[in-house]
């Protein structure tokens, strides 16, 4: 924060942004993102979290164009903790799924439309058919899930060993029942165009090329609408996987502009942050004026993005920032694993997965009593609150720094700004009162961190 505000304004947001992109945090914050999109927060069984944590990271750390990513997700076969990327259709599929779930969630992850109510019916908003669903499916016909079960020595009892995803011999048309009960057949199409099959070529690599190759280019404008809904709270559409004629995007020539370049680019992921991160709209202000109150996206309006929408941390990322904040962050590899792991056994209070055809989830985080109990009582909190050595804190209260120094480091550590006059007096009115320092700062640090500065993103 000093570094930032020290710099000269004209410099200050690229240096900013350099630093971040090249740092191991840009890295960790996208596996996470990703991998709950692609598996989801509750790992399913047979699904090695690792596997597929481990192929992100390598994909974010080497800026991988994203065609490329996607096209290994679409592709991969083979161990789940071999090759990572295999754990994503692992995930989707079940033994009489059919890659029912395969096809719907791919289509809303990569391509931003939602199909999943055609596999029944045609869609009734937008010009999805029946048909086009059970064409996008047959693609995934051949990818067929293996679970691999072994002996426990100990007990003898037959425990899981290890899944892997392989090609199963099937050419033939995918057969689905319309509403009428009339038998229906379908062939692979995308967008029900026809797709050659050369070279003995899968399906899924079929699939993969037609996405890469689509001249409409969606899959870049998918990316696009997605990344910006991530920065601003809202996509050009909402929701950001449901892009349609019938869901047009409150800024077409915006949308259309980032996605041109992406594709020029080589859909380079680091450069479409630094587009959307350079824009001056990402550079407002949260506070509401005259000129800007009826720019409401949360009261049904369509956002028009003139100033910052504030929006609640996702639980990962609370749990990051008062792991950062406590100073109980390290780059080592084995406490980054235990952190890794705290943190997902810690997730899971929270989480909810719905028995839907694409085992759809829910947090009970935003807002939620267990959020609040956990933010004012629970273990991480305590962590983060404790002056031991080795803390920010006790680092802070233990320093030769004036009191107002200190009240100063705890709020950039905390709310990333510096106490106001008003802020300052009060906290004086608290320690004329206070007989024990110690205790003082850590109900002020407490305090900061339980409140709504803290906790969302302005």
Not at 194 to 204: C, I, P, T, Y
Not at 397 to 414: C, G, I
Not at 449 to 454: A, K, Q, T, V
Request: proline share 4%; hydrophobic share 35%.
């Amino acid at each position: 924060i000093d570094e930032f505000s020290k710099a000269a304004p004209e410099v200050k947001h690229a240096q900013a942004m350099d630093r971040m992109l090249e740092s191991d945090d840009y890295v960790n914050n996208w596996v996470t993102i990703w991998t709950n999109l692609l598996i989801g927060r509750e790992t399913p069984r047979r699904t090695s979290r690792e596997g597929m944590e481990k192929f992100l990271r390598e994909a974010f750390a080497k800026n991988r164009a994203w065609d490329q990513v996607v096209s290994d997700l679409m592709t991969a076969e083979g161990h789940y903790e071999e090759n990572g990327a295999v754990n994503y259709l692992l995930s989707q599929m079940t033994m009489r799924d059919e890659g029912v779930q395969a096809t719907a969630k791919t289509a809303r992850l990569f391509l931003g439309t939602q199909v999943q109510c055609t596999q029944c019916h045609n869609h009734p908003f937008n010009d999805w058919k029946q048909n086009q669903f059970w064409e996008f499916n047959s693609f995934f016909r051949q990818a067929r899930r293996i679970d691999h079960r072994r002996v426990d020595p100990q007990t003898g009892q037959q425990v899981d060993d290890y899944s892997e995803l392989v090609t199963e011999d099937f050419s033939g048309p995918v057969f689905y029942e319309k509403r009428s009960g009339v038998m229906q057949v379908a062939y692979p199409k995308y967008f029900g165009e026809d797709v050659e099959f050369d070279n003995g070529k899968r399906r899924q690599e079929v699939f993969a090329e037609s996405i890469l190759n689509d001249p409409n280019h969606q899959m870049a404008r998918a990316m696009v609408n997605r990344m910006w809904g991530h920065f601003f709270g809202y996509g050009f559409t909402r929701p950001v996987d449901d892009m349609g004629p019938h869901n047009p995007p409150s800024h077409p020539r915006l949308l259309e502009f980032l996605t041109e370049k992406f594709v020029e680019s080589k859909y380079d992921m680091k450069m479409l942050v630094r587009w959307i991160t350079a824009t001056d709209a990402y550079r407002l202000s949260s506070e509401f004026n005259p000129k800007n109150k009826i720019d409401a996206p949360a009261a049904g309006e369509m956002p028009l993005f003139s100033h910052m929408y504030i929006k609640s941390m996702e639980a990962e990322q609370l749990f990051d920032s008062l792991m950062v904040t406590a100073n109980n962050h390290s780059k080592d590899a084995s406490n980054y694993a235990q952190a890794m792991q705290q943190r997902n056994r810690w997730m899971q209070q929270f989480v909810t997965t719905f028995g839907t055809d694409e085992n759809d989830e829910a947090t009970t985080f935003n807002g939620s009593i267990p959020q609040a109990l956990m933010m004012m009582n629970g273990e991480l909190m305590e962590t983060a609150t404790k002056c031991e050595p080795g803390s920010l804190l006790h680092a802070v209260v233990q320093s030769n720094e004036k009191d107002t120094r200190k009240v100063q480091l705890l709020y950039l550590a905390s709310l990333g700004r510096n106490p106001t006059t008003r802020d300052l007096s009060a906290v004086r009115k608290l320690m004329q009162a206070s007989g024990d320092p110690v205790s003082l700062y850590q109900d002020l640090f407490w305090a900061l961190l339980n409140s709504n500065e803290f906790i969302l993103i302005r």
